[in-house]
T-cell receptor, first 116, second 113 residues
């Protein structure tokens, strides 16, 4: 498709389980971002990649969160030993801009994670 | 789906009226600003952007105003339609910041028929 694609759209996990969320950015987009959006709040930055390099992971809330983009295209956000406070929508965004420039970010529909 | 706008400030307008949504940004170094629209169950959708060398930018039915002195942004929607009902977020970033966006508190826009 032409837009950013995320899967799964909905994920229910039991506390302590590991989850993996996938993002397919727009083809050719250099930069890819992960955001976390709690209910009723704006998205908050987690991490971003320029091609396969993870340039900033300052927003990851704990070492249970891990993101990768090994070939500079598809990215996976992994959350280990999920906790209830991890429940949120995880948004992926991509842009054709590299790290030194600003430009429009295109967001996916998000993956809604519910931890029971 | 669940409401994105739960607990957010709400602006109610009549269909056909103009809407003005305000946003205060935090970083005086920010030089690129974007308004996003988010409908329930969907990701944020780009509406319009503005760079800090401009005070005003117009799109189709939308205008963004930037006041750098008081670090304030506004989004004006002309002739508001029911399809404009959504949560609106402003976001800021700065050149060299890796395009990392900081989102403001959203505003729920409700259009009444």
């Amino acid at each position: 498709g032409a837009g950013v694609s995320q899967s799964p759209r909905y994920k229910v996990a039991k506390r302590g389980q590991d989850v993996a969320l996938r993002c397919d950015p727009i083809s050719g987009h250099v930069s890819l971002f992960w955001y976390q959006q709690a209910l009723g709040q704006g998205p908050e930055f987690l991490t971003y990649f320029q091609n396969e390099a993870q340039l900033d992971k300052s927003g990851l809330p704990s070492d249970r969160f891990f993101a990768e983009r090994p070939e500079g295209s598809v990215s996976t956000l992994k959350i280990q030993r999920t906790q209830q406070e991890d429940s949120a929508v995880y948004l992926c965004a991509s842009t054709r801009q590299g790290a030194g420039n600003t430009g429009e970010l295109f967001f996916g529909e998000g993956s809604r994670l519910t931890v029971l | 789906g669940e409401s994105v706008g739960l607990h957010l400030p709400t602006l109610s307008v009549q269909e056909g009226d103009n809407s003005i949504i305000n946003c205060a940004y935090s970083n005086s170094a920010s030089d690129y600003f974007i308004w996003y629209k988010q409908e329930s169950g969907k990701g944020p959708q780009f509406i319009i952007d503005i760079r800090s060398n401009m005070d005003k930018r117009q799109g189709q039915r939308v205008t963004v105003l930037l006041n750098k002195t008081v670090k304030h942004l506004s989004l004006q929607i002309a002739a508001t339609q029911p399809g404009d009902s959504a949560v609106y977020f402003c976001a800021e970033t700065f050149t060299g910041g890796g395009n990392k966006l900081t989102f403001g508190t959203g505003t729920q826009l409700k259009v009444e028929l």
